[in-house]
């Protein structure tokens, strides 16, 4: 049975995006990518979704089919975000029963999940379909209120 792992925050900068990068690396999982920002996964993977025609995640969201792969060697394969993902979000349910049938159909043990800082509805959904919820901190006044207020 596939394990999903959400790395999740409600402050940016502590480290989520290495994590679920590393995450996935090392236990050979799929890295599927919910930060639509500059500064995420996709960008760090080497993913340019602006030069592409397609958009992986938002096509599977939208026609329900798993979404395909992108690979590189020495990557963990990954699911790329997109910039309209900000503005093309699924119901939190939705996209936790998308993440537990694609991880199933992958057939990986794990299913690292990174989403984008705070409390949008991607973050909900990735959530409740994680077996496993991993919230990196760090240890100063910020960013301990933003671990308060988002347990």
């Known amino acids: 049975m596939a394990k999903i792992v959400t790395v999740a925050a409600s ?3 502590v480290g989520k995006t290495t994590l679920a990068y590393e995450l996935a690396f090392t ?3 799929v890295l599927i990518d919910l930060d639509w920002d500059a500064g995420g996964v996709t960008r760090q993977w080497g993913f340019r979704p602006e030069g592409r025609k397609r958009a992986p995640l938002l ?6 089919h798993v979404p395909r ?3 590189a060697h020495r990557r ?17 349910k939705v996209l936790a029963d998308r993440l537990t049938q694609w991880a199933a159909a992958w ?3 794990y299913t690292i999940v990174d989403t984008h800082p705070g409390g949008v509805e991607f973050t909900f959904g990735a959530l409740s ?13 910020r960013e301990l209120a933003a671990l308060e207020s988002m347990i």
């Not at 379909?129 to 006044?141: D, F, L, Q, S």
């Open 11 to 13: 402050k940016g900068g």
């Open 27 to 29: 236990l050979a999982g």
């Open 59 to 64: 096509d599977a969201l939208q026609n329900g």
């Open 69 to 71: 792969l992108v690979r």
């Open 76 to 92: 963990p394969d990954l699911v790329p975000s997109h910039p309209d993902l900000a503005v093309n979000q699924p119901d939190p």
């Open 107 to 109: 057939g990986r043990p």
């Open 129 to 141: 379909a994680a077996a496993v919820v991993i919230v990196p901190v760090v240890m100063r006044m």
